[in-house]
Nanobody
Framework: VQLVESGGDWVQPGGSLRLSCAAS????????IIWVRQAPGKGLDWVSSIATGGFVTDYADSVKDRFTISRDNSENTAYLQMTMLEPDETARYYCAATKIYHFHAYARFTSLQEFDFWGQGTQVTVSS
């Protein structure tokens, strides 16, 4: 099983990035995909999640209307389009997968080990 994130970069405040999460080794379209982030010295922060068919999505209040999660089940890939990025969103961004969709309950997850699968993350730095 692999989840490989990419697309992280340095960006100025107000900028945009698109993260990708390429999956392999499991039945991608049977799993919800979640994006979480972790800044140095801070806990896990749920960002967004998308159910198996792609029609149900949820966002943390802090990113609503700025971030968009999507998935392409034919390509076994999920995406996180991020706009109007802010310096305090500098973090390592991880994608993860769960068999059951937990809606906003992902916000209570405190460890990557609580997900069924997770990747190594991609670094996003927002700075001028």
């Amino acid at each position: 099983v692999q989840l490989v994130e990419s697309g992280g970069d340095w960006v100025q405040p107000g900028g945009s990035l698109r993260l990708s999460c390429a999956a392999s080794g499991f039945t991608f379209d049977s799993y919800a995909i979640i994006w979480v982030r972790q800044a140095p010295g801070k806990g896990l922060d749920w960002v967004s999640s998308i159910a198996t068919g792609g029609f149900v999505t949820d966002y943390a209040d802090s990113v609503k209307d700025r971030f968009t999660i999507s998935r392409d089940n034919s390509e076994n890939t999920a995406y996180l389009q991020m706009t109007m990025l802010e310096p305090d969103e500098t973090a390592r961004y991880y994608c993860a997968a769960t068999k059951i969709y937990h809606f906003h309950a992902y916000a209570r997850f405190t460890s990557l080990q609580e997900f069924d699968f997770w990747g190594q993350g991609t670094q996003v730095t927002v700075s001028s």
